[in-house]
């Protein structure tokens, strides 16, 4: 990997590591644009400080926009989800294997 790849990776994990991130996008995955007050409910016990400062962020970076009808993922926003659309497939084999290991541990 070359050190403009490493680089620009590192940007977007310090960008979706931020508390809440993932979840932001996530919750404008279907494509419909959202109130403030709808993405906040959406993305769950999230402050209106914290929410303000991820849209911030995340309009910054070009992955969310604000349209008439509220908050919506752009084309960039929509491309990245895309390539994390396996999520729900691996985080459902992991947390199966995480309870086979719990079960399978003999107890202390």
């Not at 960039?76 to 390539?83: F, I, N, P, S, W």
Request: aromatic residues 6%; without cysteine; glycine residues 8%.
């Amino acid at each position: 990997m070359s050190s403009k790849e490493t680089a620009a990776i590192s940007q977007l994990l310090g960008l979706l590591e931020s508390r809440y991130a993932i979840r932001v996008l996530w919750a404008l995955r279907d494509g419909h644009a959202q109130t403030f007050r709808l993405l906040q409910d959406s993305v769950g016990g999230i402050t209106p400080n914290t929410l303000n400062t991820r849209i911030k962020e995340m309009r910054e970076a070009g992955l969310v926009t604000h349209g008439t009808d509220g908050y919506i993922i752009t084309a960039m926003g929509a491309d990245l989800l895309k390539r994390l659309g396996e999520l729900p497939a691996f985080a459902a084999k992991w947390v199966a294997a995480q309870a086979k290991k719990k079960s399978s541990t003999p107890p202390p």
